[in-house]
């Protein structure tokens, strides 16, 4: 056999590595995931300038399995409910954030060992190299006292991504409120800088204005796991504001042996919309569908493979229906109950009218003399020429009327349902009405939100009115109205698509 060496440089390698997709805060919870996969009952995060240090209370090391866990691929024989996956997870998280890891364990029934993995030192001898360290007699009789745990220290530290330790501090705690929120409700204590981590839940199910939707354990490929649909209220948590209704927040989150390792994430066909703004799905499974799921060894992204996506959405998709509903129901009945003030549109329009022309459909109408071969009642004829002319002297007494009084604007709001035309319009003497349907979602969104702002809705009214009147000047007969109906019902269609 004719083979030759192929162990990676560790210099390039390490240096390749530490530029993995980590922030700061995902980076600690991957160290934070070791102390739970050990127990560890209380877990302490002390940030400084200098170096970030975990502490835990958890089952702890011997020497061998220690020397294990600081190398990357390591095999330390965890079972399928633990946390890690790949043996990657300490080493890389660590080096995203510093060139020096040292970390000092004892088991219970054991003492205490330490180890170091110096980055410095593996790019000047180019080789996979880590330090047993010997602790003195006084770091051995303070971890006498402890019983068991384990701690891990970073120093040498060069990619802090945030200006200051304080901004650092406040993501790691929101950070892990969220992330290991089910690990905390279980009783687990994890501290940062002293300060103990809340639980955060997206879903709000504590909350009693949240509205479950769905709630059960779904069958794939022998395998089971758990899917959550809620609508929650429009200022999300008690516990944590930062879930408000909104695109950021909307969408799926995935959770892994209790863990989360994905938050508001889209799959399959779902796309966020301001409609779905409430809608949260939550996924729960054990590392048995970790093939199906597609983690990546960060824990920080999923590429769900396409038959379960389809299981997914399977059930999703009657949730999502409802959660639209109620948002254009709840949106339409804002709208109607809003009293707009369409004050300076019609202001506008009053002081230029009489630069605008009148309307057509007020002009007389000359109608072609008809032709009956089988004759007629010539009374009756003459009765029509009489109703003709009085019809013909009516309009033109109200084109003479008009001419001096110029046209006048009214704005109303009226709820003609969503599949209806963004705006109606009527005229009463020399006045046009302009309906606006409260129910469209261009209302809804762009034209009701804008009240107060006379910079935006004087235009918008100013427009719905000059296309009524642009289509009165145009239309001369029934046919052409109806197709400047049809006209109006294919854009207000289109509207409706591309903003519903």
Avoid at 63 to 79: H, P, V
Avoid at 146 to 155: D, H, K, N, P, S
Avoid at 318 to 334: E, H, L
Wanted: proline content about 2%; hydrophobic content about 35%; charged content about 30%.
């Amino acid at each position: 056999m004719n083979e030759f060496n192929v162990t990676p440089n560790p210099k390039k390698t390490i240096d390749s590595l530490r530029y993995l997709t980590y922030s700061n805060e995902t980076a600690l919870a991957d160290i934070v995931d070791n102390s739970l996969d050990a127990n560890a009952d209380n877990v302490d995060v002390v940030i400084a300038n200098d170096s970030i240090t975990i502490i835990d209370d958890g089952y702890g090391m011997d020497e061998d399995i220690l020397c294990e866990a600081i190398k990357l691929g390591s095999d330390t024989n965890k079972d399928s409910s633990k946390l890690g996956r790949f043996g990657m997870g300490l080493v890389t998280a660590s080096i995203s954030m510093a060139k020096k890891i040292t970390v000092a364990s004892k088991p219970e029934d054991g003492d205490v060992k330490c180890v170091c993995l110096d980055l410095v030192k593996i790019e000047k001898t180019n080789q996979w190299v880590a330090d047993k360290i010997t602790l003195s007699q006084k770091e051995i009789d303070q971890w006498e006292s402890r019983g068991c745990g384990t701690i891990v220290r970073l120093e040498n530290i060069d990619h802090y991504k945030y200006k200051s330790i304080e901004t650092l501090i406040s993501k790691t705690i929101a950070h892990f409120g969220e992330v290991f929120r089910k690990y905390i409700d279980a009783g687990r204590v994890i501290r940062v800088n002293g300060k103990v981590v809340a639980s955060a839940d997206p879903l709000a199910l504590a909350n009693e204005t949240t509205n479950i939707l769905f709630d059960e354990d779904i069958d794939y490929n022998g395998n089971v796991f758990h899917m959550i649909i809620a609508e929650v209220d429009s200022k999300g948590s008690n516990l944590n504001m930062e879930f408000e209704a909104n695109l950021r927040n909307q969408g799926f989150y995935i959770i892994r042996n209790n863990r989360q390792i994905a938050h508001a994430i889209t799959i399959g066909n779902f796309v966020k919309h301001g409609y779905t703004n409430r809608f949260r799905c939550e996924i729960s499974y054990s590392s048995d569908l970790d093939d199906y799921m597609g983690i990546n060894f960060t824990k920080d992204k999923i590429e769900i493979t396409q038959s379960l996506e389809d299981k997914i959405m399977e059930s999703v998709r009657m949730g999502i229906s409802i959660i639209k509903k109620n948002a254009i129901s709840r949106a339409a009945a804002v709208a109607e109950n809003t009293k707009m003030d369409h004050s300076d549109a019609e202001s506008i329009i009053q002081r230029k009218k009489t630069l605008l022309p009148s309307p057509t459909l007020w002009k007389e109408k000359h109608a072609k003399p008809s032709v009956d071969p089988k004759g007629k009642d010539q009374k009756k004829e003459d009765e029509e020429d009489e109703e003709a002319k009085q019809k013909r002297k009516r309009q033109h007494a109200k084109r003479i009327q008009l001419g001096y009084r110029g046209l006048n604007a009214k704005f109303v709001q009226e709820n003609n349902g969503a599949s209806n035309p963004l705006f109606d319009y009527d005229n009463e003497g020399s006045d046009i009405i302009i309906k606006w349907n409260v129910s469209h979602p261009f209302y809804i969104k762009f034209v009701a939100p804008f009240n107060s702002n006379k910079d935006v809705s004087s235009p918008i009214d100013l427009l719905a009115f000059s296309i009524a009147l642009a289509e009165y000047q145009v239309a001369e007969d029934d046919g052409q109205n109806e197709k400047m109906l049809q006209l109006r019902e294919e854009y207000s269609k289109i509207l409706r698509t591309l903003m519903g």
